[in-house]
């Protein structure tokens, strides 16, 4: 069975500085989609980012983007130019891409609290 | 609005009870997910509905259950409520069963007391 895992529980970060949310996580399949969603407090979940397995180029949207090292089973998100509104929970997830668990199902970390310092 | 509505958006009810959550998928939207975050396991994943048949199931308990409608909305019913089972409770829905994305609610939070 496929696992994720968020190692840091919480990070904080100053405004418009740099910061790097760790994921690693373990599968036998070659083919699969690696996901970012973020939870501010008002709970709803937002996707950021995503990466497809087969893709060796990293997934970039505006400041946010992913280093992928698929030999490693690594998935770090960067958010660069942090704002105020970065401030939430971040969970990373993998969904199967190949046979039987290819569903669509998202399996999550237990997530990162990201706290953004003015 | 992510398109995805879940009712009701709070639900406090005592132990031993039945409530039924709803979820309304995106329009266009044949897949519904269904997942359980508690404090303790995380973002769980119940069940998966695609075009009125059940596609996947998670770790859902037997006292849970669910459905997805000709109209393509779906309910998720949970029976002989325990405390352990205050959580809040997203519905996602996407176009196809194995789409790249999807959408989710705004969930709904239950607490049971």
């Known amino acids: 069975a496929q696992t994720v895992t968020q190692s840091q529980p919480e990070m904080s970060v100053q405004e418009a500085e740099t910061v790097t949310l760790s994921c690693t996580y373990d599968?036998?399949?070659?083919?699969?989609?690696l996901f970012w969603y973020k939870q501010p407090p008002s709970r709803q979940m937002i996707l950021v980012i995503r990466?497809?397995?087969?893709?060796?180029q990293n997934a970039t949207e505006n400041r946010f983007s992913v280093n992928f090292q698929k030999a490693a089973k690594s998935f770090s998100l960067k958010i660069s130019d942090s704002q105020l509104g970065d401030a939430a929970m971040y969970f990373c997830?993998?969904?199967?891409?190949?046979?039987?668990?290819?569903?669509?199902?998202?399996?999550f970390g237990q997530g990162t609290t990201l706290q953004v310092k003015p | 609005d992510s398109g995805v509505t879940q009712t009701p958006k709070h639900l406090i009810t005592a132990t031993g009870q039945r409530v039924t959550l709803r979820c309304s998928p995106r329009?266009?939207?044949?897949?519904v997910y269904w997942y359980q975050q508690s404090l303790d396991q995380g973002l769980q994943f119940l069940i998966q509905?695609?075009?009125?048949?059940?596609?996947a199931k998670g770790n859902i308990l037997e006292r849970f259950s669910a459905q997805q409608f000709p109209d393509l909305h779906s309910e998720l019913n949970l029976s002989s409520l325990e405390l352990g089972d205050s959580a809040l409770y997203f519905c996602?829905?996407?176009?196809?069963?194995?789409?790249?994305?999807?959408?989710f609610g705004s969930g709904t939070r239950l607490t049971v007391v």
């Open positions: 997830a993998y969904r199967s891409a190949s046979g039987s668990g290819n569903t669509g199902k998202l399996i």
């Open positions: 990466q497809e397995a087969y893709k060796q």
């Open positions: 329009s266009g939207d044949l897949s």
């Open positions: 996602a829905s996407s176009v196809a069963a194995t789409t790249y994305g999807y959408t």
């Open positions: 509905y695609y075009n009125g048949e059940e596609r």
């Open positions: 599968t036998s399949e070659s083919d699969y989609y």
